[in-house]
T-cell receptor, first 113, second 112 residues
Framework: KAGVTQTPRYLIKTRGQQVTLSCSPI?????VSWYQQTPGQGLQFLFE???????NKGNFPGRFSGRQFSNSRSEMNVSTLELGDSALYLC????????????FGPGTRLTVL | TQLLEQSPQFLSIQEGENLTVYCNSS?????LQWYRQEPGEGPVLLVT?????EVKKLKRLTFQFGDARKDSSLHITAAQPGDTGLYLC????????????FGTGTQLKVEL
């Protein structure tokens, strides 16, 4: 069974640009969560999508948004990039809608110059 | 805001030594997970504990969930260089869906 895939793995952008990251969950998994990991703040929850609906949201500004498609693939978008958005963005796949074990992808390393 | 504090933050030991990593919170969690992360990769799930007082063993790793479900520990016996990595605890809340609150992390280095 294939694991969680994230594309691209690395991305370099400049301030003010926008970026879209993609996540394909494990086959059959319906929930996708996104996290931001930085050296200073650690791993922080961005949002969770289940059956194409955002179910939970972390404390991030509205510049961070996401969506989920009918095949459970998810995208997250960051608009008007800031230097502080440089981070490893991780996607986690979960089987069901209740609390289940999460399986992480390798992440997308975003660098904002 | 639920916070999970891990200690120690850094740990450098010799192969064969034992170690314990602690994960503490003032909040009650419905479940707690432990992950290990290597540079440039996503966290890999090691174990999930859900019952207060629960103890799980995974080869040389022993995980315990506190009776009040506010804290947890990870004990490694006879550490090996392959155990090197960032260890993260993460708590889930009832009704919180799949949102996890992650601990501050413990960077472990095991040297020959």
């Amino acid at each position: 069974k294939a694991g969680v895939t994230q594309t691209p793995r690395y991305l370099i952008k400049t301030r003010g640009q926008q970026v879209t990251l993609s996540c394909s969950p494990i086959s059959g998994h319906r929930s996708v969560s996104w996290y931001q990991q930085t050296p200073g703040q650690g791993l922080q929850f961005l949002f969770e999508y289940f059956s194409e609906t955002q179910r939970n949201k972390g404390n991030f500004p509205g510049r961070f948004s996401g969506r989920q498609f009918s095949n459970s693939r998810s995208e997250m978008n960051v608009s008007t990039l800031e230097l502080g958005d440089s981070a490893l963005y991780l996607c986690a796949s979960t089987l069901g809608g209740g609390y289940n074990e999460q399986f992480f992808g390798p992440g997308t390393r975003l660098t904002v110059l | 805001t639920q916070l999970l504090e891990q200690s120690p933050q850094f740990l450098s030991i010799q192969e064969g030594e034992n170690l314990t990593v602690y994960c503490n919170s003032s909040s009650v969690f419905s479940s707690l997970q432990w992950y290990r992360q290597e540079p440039g990769e996503g966290p890999v799930l090691l174990v999930t504990v859900v019952t207060g007082g629960e103890v799980k063993k995974l080869k040389r790793l022993t995980f315990q969930f506190g009776d009040a479900r506010k804290d947890s520990s990870l004990h490694i016996t006879a550490a090996q260089p392959g155990d090197t990595g960032l260890y993260l605890c993460a708590g889930g809340l009832t009704g919180g869906g799949n949102k996890l609150t992650f601990g501050t992390g413990t960077q472990l280095k095991v040297e020959l």
